[in-house]
Every structure is written in C-alpha cells, then in structure tokens.
C-alpha cells in the first residue's frame, strides 16, 4: 500500500470518527433537548467550497495547511452557516455541529447538522424536503427516486441520496437514526474524488481542474 493510499485511508477513518462524534453528540441527553436560548448571537460561519481554508471566518484554521492532506476542523456549537459555492451561489443554514474538511488547503468537505434535536423520522424527512426548497437544491431523477420510496415510518435504519451540484460537487443528505430514539439530519457539501485528487497526485490530469477562488477551467 502507497503513502498516499494509507493517508487515505486514515482521512476516511477521520471522517468516520466525525461522524461517530456527531452521533455521540446527538446521543446526549442534553443535546436531544430543545437548544436553550443563547444569551449571544450564534457562532457565524462563512465557507467557500473548493475554496481557500484560509479564507474560512467563524473557525479558528492552523497555518501551513497547503501541506498537509485532509485536516477536519470543528465548531462544536449551534452556528449560522453561510456556503459559497461556483457561479456565485450562496446557501445558509442554521447548524448544530459544523465542520469542515480542508485538503492541501483548500475546502473539499462542509457538514453540517440542521436540526437542533433528534426528531419522528417523517419529521425528518419533511424537513429533508424543506430544506431541499429553501436551498433551491432541484433533485434528480435518483434523488427524487430516494424522497419518493421512503417509508412514513422506519426503525433504526440510516438513509442517504444524493444529487449533483455540477463543478465537481455533490450535496448529501443522510437520515440517521439517533441512540435513543428518533432521527436526526446530516447534511454534506463535497467535492467529488476526481476534483480533489489533483490536490495530492500531480501526475493525474482530471477532465477540468478546481480553482481555489470556486471556478473551474477546463484542462488542455
């Protein structure tokens, strides 16, 4: 196994442990309450995917990151948002646990959590829906497929689909069931693998190449 492949594979155990935190988090009695009223305005957060880390505000990005390969970073607390991504498309969301995967850098990965407790799973799934019109996300063909054959009700059973954000991008949803009971939503804007290889493997040569400023250009 290459150096690379056991950094990826590391990166993937990374990401299954953030996922594990979120549901851990989820799985706390106090989390599975109402968020209590903040005495401050929530955590405000600005990220450009396919963008620099550095250009990051909200969260606190360590220096050097154009040499490392994927480094996740956190907001543990409920926050406001904001999502850049190519064409100049904007999307904000209230989210209880954010974080953000950067490679060499640039932002390839963006989590988020939209609700603030586990809920009934066709709660979820309406609000699935919801947020599906409030971010202006059209589904496709597949995607509309998964809304339309999930159950009014299920046990613990995890569900995803995803759709295409053009430019190398994807958006996934994910229904999870919480320990306890319910259900709650993890939402992920990320870049497609072939995109963000270019960031680690210079001899490969994708079919356009990712900028740091969002935009694409194709490749001669």
Same mark, same amino acid.
């Given at each position: ?117 586990? /809920?009934?799973? &066709?709660?979820? !799934? =309406? ?8 971010? @202006? $996300?059209? +589904? ?16 613990? /059973?995890?569900? &995803?689909?995803? !759709? =295409? ?8 949803? @994910? $229904?999870? +069931? ?43």
């Amino acid at each position: 196994m290459t150096a690379r492949a056991n950094v990826r594979s590391a990166a993937v155990a990374t990401a299954v442990l953030i996922l594990g935190w979120m549901g851990f988090s989820m799985s706390d009695d106090a989390s599975l309450q109402d968020t209590p009223p903040q005495t401050l305005p929530p955590r405000s957060i600005s990220v450009r995917l396919l963008g620099p880390a550095s250009e990051i505000t909200g969260i606190a990005v360590p220096k050097n990151l154009a040499s490392q390969n994927d480094t996740y970073l956190h907001a543990p607390e409920p926050s406001e948002v904001t999502v850049r991504l190519p064409r100049d498309r904007i999307i904000r969301s209230w989210s209880k646990l954010t974080s953000i995967n950067a490679d060499h850098g640039i932002v390839v990965d963006i989590y988020l959590l939209p609700l603030p407790k586990a /809920v009934p799973f &066709r709660d979820a !799934v =309406s609000e699935l829906r919801r947020i599906l019109r409030e971010m @202006k $996300i059209e +589904p496709d063909e597949k995607m509309l497929k998964d809304l339309d054959g999930l159950p009014d009700d299920s046990g613990p /059973v995890s569900y &995803r689909t995803q !759709v =295409s954000l053009g430019s190398d991008m994807i958006f996934l949803a @994910k $229904i999870r +069931p919480a320990p306890d009971a319910g259900f709650y939503l993890a939402l992920t804007f990320a870049v497609e693998a072939d995109a963000r290889r270019v960031f680690w493997d210079p001899t490969f040569k994708p079919k356009t190449t990712p900028l740091p400023n969002g935009a694409d250009k194709q490749s001669k």
